[in-house]
């Protein structure tokens, strides 16, 4: 059953250095996402992404985030300036369709920031 | 723009013995509705999902939701638990139309006693 990849599984920065997520996407899914978990509280959307553009963002998602993809494979989440608040699983998910098919996520990655 | 409210945070729940998530939410407009699950060290697990149609949608272990427009609720059952669905249990709701993400609530952790 086609699944949807993270990479890595944990990482580890210290406060202010740059981070990139990876994410590998279902192969025929148009659509992704990026949400994130602070340990203890709820699954936060963060961007959608379609079409090579960002669809919709929510506040979360400031100057410090973007997200690329750079090849027809790889959906990326990069943070700048890491700060000890971006500390989170972040988790990666895709879909098929605007209307109607669910998100499929990934494992997450888990971003210490120290 | 939606808001999903699962009031229970913790579910402690013996074996074999049946239980009832709740999830209500609150929408302007029509929705899709989800459960997802986490199980330890783990991602997001779509376990079922409501588009239309039948107000009671079934997932292959046996649990069960039934959407309540009137109620604006989305309450998950399962008749006999297992050890095996001790999890972080997420109720979330999208838009029916566009490309809106997911609106998680804050989780319920069920807890079966052996």
């Known amino acids: 059953e086609p699944e949807v990849t993270q990479t890595p599984s944990h990482q580890v920065t210290q406060m202010g250095q740059e981070v990139i997520l990876r994410c590998v996407p279902i192969?025929?899914?148009?659509?992704f996402y990026w949400y994130r978990q602070i340990l203890g509280q709820k699954v936060e959307f963060l961007v959608s992404?379609?079409?090579?553009?960002?669809?919709?963002k929510s506040e979360i998602f400031d100057d410090q985030f973007s997200v690329e993809r750079p090849d027809g494979s790889n959906f990326t989440l990069k943070i700048r300036s890491t700060k000890l608040e971006d500390s989170a699983m972040y988790f990666c998910?895709?879909?098929?369709?605007?209307?109607?098919?669910?998100?499929?996520f990934g494992p997450g990655t888990r971003l210490t920031v120290t | 723009a939606q808001s999903v409210t699962q009031l229970d945070s913790q579910v402690p729940v013996f074996e074999e013995a049946p239980v009832e998530l709740r999830c209500n939410y609150s929408?302007?407009?029509?929705?899709?509705l989800f459960w997802y699950v986490q199980y330890p060290n783990q991602g997001l697990q779509l376990l079922l999902k409501?588009?239309?149609?039948?107000?009671l949608v079934e997932s292959i272990n046996g649990f069960e939701a039934e959407f309540n427009k009137s109620q604006t609720s989305f309450h998950l059952r399962k008749p006999s638990v297992h050890i095996s669905d001790t999890a972080e249990y997420f109720c979330?709701?999208?838009?029916?139309?566009?490309?809106?993400?997911?609106?998680f609530g804050k989780g319920t952790r069920l807890s079966v006693i052996a």
């Open positions: 992404f379609y079409n090579n553009e960002i669809s919709e």
């Open positions: 998910a895709s879909s098929a369709a605007v209307q109607g098919p669910e998100q499929y």
């Open positions: 409501y588009l239309s149609g039948s107000t």
């Open positions: 929408s302007s407009v029509s929705v899709y």
């Open positions: 979330a709701v999208r838009g029916a139309s566009g490309n809106t993400p997911l609106v």
């Open positions: 192969s025929n899914h148009l659509y």
